[in-house]
């Protein structure tokens, strides 16, 4: 019969070695072990990501990493704006909606990156965020994120940056901290080539400060109660164990 060969966008197909690591005997989610596995990983994650700040992981897909970002620092109500770069970015559209965000989608025709140009015209002093996605898996389309963060910086405006690297990471140059970002979005299934099962969020200390309102949609946990991704004697939820593993 063979050997099964996975040929779509992600999940990737996952190498030897940590397949291997994934089949090594079960440890307690709760001893001491996987906490100092946990908090090594945790530390480690920042030079994944090129950030000095916290990255906080949770079990979920990249969905609930979106979702993550969005109520963790916005509330119902608020203003966003969106880069229309394909069909995943009209997914993170729809999901903001659904939180109760306005959201305004700068169109696209999915052959182009976000244009930072657009941004001008849209920036209104209710703008809460906005919304990029680096690499649109379903284009293929890239956007050049510190392009748009300088464009936000000519307007003095202070709206949060959300970028979405979920088939980037790991396959493209990403820079949280040098581009400005305030909260990068990810996943393990892509560029990590790691199972489903892990979302995270690399986030600026500026996001921390916007602790949002809006109520979780998709059961994925993606309110988060200790920001700061810290490891203590309360380790994270037992769907991450296997997948920390094959991470480290």
């Known amino acids: 019969m063979g050997r099964h060969f996975?040929?779509?966008?992600?999940?990737?197909?996952?190498?030897?070695?940590?397949?291997?690591?994934?089949?090594?005997?079960?440890?307690?989610?709760?001893?001491p072990a996987f906490a100092r596995l946990a908090s090594e990983l945790l530390e480690r994650l920042k030079t994944v990501f090129k950030t000095a700040g916290p990255v906080v992981v949770y079990?979920?897909?990249?969905?609930?990493?979106?979702?993550?970002?969005?109520?963790?620092?916005?509330?119902?109500?608020?203003?966003?704006?969106?880069?229309?770069?394909?069909?995943?970015?009209?997914?993170?559209?729809e999901l903001a909606t659904r939180l109760g965000l306005v959201v305004d989608v700068?169109?696209?025709?999915?052959?182009?990156?976000?244009?930072?140009?657009?941004?001008?015209?849209?920036l209104t002093p209710d703008v809460a965020a906005v919304m990029v996605v680096h690499n649109e898996t379903s284009t293929g389309v890239r956007s050049r994120v510190p392009e748009i963060r300088a464009a936000l910086d000519r307007a003095g405006h202070p709206a949060l940056l959300l970028v979405d690297t979920i088939s980037s990471l790991g396959s493209m140059d990403h820079r949280h901290d040098e581009w400005g970002?305030?909260?990068?979005?990810?996943?393990?299934?892509?560029?990590?080539?790691?199972?489903?099962?892990?979302?995270?969020?690399?986030?600026?200390?500026?996001?921390?400060?916007?602790?949002?309102?809006?109520?979780?949609?998709?059961?994925?946990?993606?309110?988060?109660?200790?920001?700061?991704?810290?490891?203590?004697s309360r380790t994270p939820r037992p769907p991450t164990s296997c997948t920390a593993c094959a991470k480290r």
């Open 6 to 31: 996975l040929q779509i966008p992600g999940p990737t197909n996952v190498p030897d070695r940590v397949l291997r690591a994934i089949a090594q005997p079960t440890i307690d989610h709760r001893g």
């Open 59 to 93: 079990p979920s897909s990249g969905t609930g990493a979106w979702e993550a970002a969005l109520v963790n620092t916005l509330s119902p109500g608020d203003r966003v704006v969106a880069f229309e770069t394909g069909h995943f970015s009209s997914l993170w559209c």
């Open 106 to 122: 700068v169109p696209g025709d999915w052959r182009h990156g976000a244009d930072p140009d657009a941004l001008a015209g849209r």
């Open 181 to 232: 970002v305030d909260v990068t979005v990810g996943c393990s299934q892509k560029g990590l080539m790691l199972p489903p099962g892990m979302g995270f969020n690399a986030v600026s200390a500026k996001a921390l400060a916007h602790r949002g309102g809006c109520p979780g949609r998709t059961g994925t946990g993606s309110r988060s109660s200790r920001p700061t991704g810290r490891a203590s």
